[in-house]
């Protein structure tokens, strides 16, 4: 942890206004941004995948989009949309 916090604080004077900002960037900075698209979008497509299952491709995409794998287990919790109610048919 101290190694982080190191890393992060490099080169910023903790005394200066905007230490904050700046250690908060250095932490940005550090992350694994192309890792973390390409997961998300396999994310994504499996929640479409099993929205798509369930009927609710939308709903499949948004679920895993703003929860990732969490979003999986939504949208298997949620039970299909019944068909809409259609008047009988007409006699000939």
Same mark, same amino acid.
């Given at each position: 942890?101290?190694?982080? %916090? *190191?890393?992060?604080?490099? +080169?910023?004077?903790?005394d200066a !206004?905007?230490?904050?900002?700046? %250690?908060?960037? =250095?932490?940005? =900075?550090?992350?694994? /941004?192309? #890792?973390?698209? /390409? /997961? =998300?979008?396999?994310?994504?497509?499996? +929640?479409?995948?099993?929205? /798509?299952?369930?009927?609710?491709? #939308?709903?499949? %995409?948004?679920?895993a989009?703003?929860? +990732?794998? %969490? +979003?999986? *287990?939504?949208?298997? #919790?949620k039970?299909?949309?019944?068909?809409?109610?259609r008047p009988? !048919?007409?006699?000939?």
């Open positions: 942890m101290d190694e982080l %916090i *190191a890393r992060a604080s490099q +080169g910023v004077d903790p !206004p905007g230490a904050f900002w700046q %250690i908060f960037v =250095n932490l940005l =900075n550090m992350l694994p /941004w192309a #890792a973390m698209f /390409w /997961w =998300n979008l396999l994310f994504v497509a499996v +929640g479409a995948l099993l929205g /798509w299952w369930r009927g609710r491709t #939308a709903e499949g %995409i948004v679920w989009l703003v929860l +990732g794998p %969490i +979003g999986w *287990a939504v949208i298997l #919790a039970p299909r949309p019944k068909p809409p109610a009988p !048919p007409l006699r000939r």
